[in-house]
């Protein structure tokens, strides 16, 4: 990795984990609004070193607040892994509406993994009707933070970006 690589991909992972842990009582939950996760469709605009550093910011900011433990910190970086990978391979097909693609896969892609095991973490059966509501949670706050904050912050950041 190159050395402005790398500075970004720490920046990132600064803001990310900084995100996570400033705003903690609404980053952690069966309901969660997690702001940082805006960060995850920059991938779109800005590569690879988004992708390192939502990964390794979510990996701090799980291990330092998370209440669900070693599940969160794998499940969670996991998850930030495929989202914001995913969203950056599914931009890079350059059709129109590629971005806002993108931002969908990445909020399903969290929104199944987390909700998934907070499901399980909750003990909550399959055959319950209940069984539906953290991954219902998780992607109701991934769609504030993915396909609204995040979208808009790809768009405003591409038009500033030199061409």
Do not use: H
Not at 85 to 106: D, E, I, N, Q
Not at 124 to 146: C, F, H, M, Q, R
């Amino acid at each position: 990795m190159k050395s402005r690589s790398l500075a970004e991909a720490s920046l990132f992972a600064a803001l990310y984990a900084i995100g996570v842990l400033a705003l903690l009582p609404i980053s952690f939950g069966v309901f969660q609004v997690r702001v940082a996760d805006a960060l995850i469709p920059l991938s779109i605009v800005r590569g690879f070193p988004v992708v390192v550093g939502v990964t390794l910011g979510n990996l701090v900011a799980n291990a330092l607040g998370s209440p669900f433990g070693v599940v969160d910190v794998v499940g969670g970086t996991v998850a930030n892994l495929v989202a914001s990978y995913l969203a950056m391979r599914v931009a890079s097909l350059r059709f129109k509406g590629s971005w806002l693609l993108g931002c969908t896969s990445a909020n399903i892609v969290v929104s199944l993994i987390v909700g998934g095991y907070i499901t399980w973490l909750a003990q909550i059966p399959l055959d319950s009707p209940l069984w539906e509501i953290p991954i219902v949670g998780v992607l109701i706050g991934s769609t504030i933070s993915i396909n609204i904050i995040g979208y808009l912050l790809v768009k405003a950041i591409r038009l500033r970006m030199v061409k």
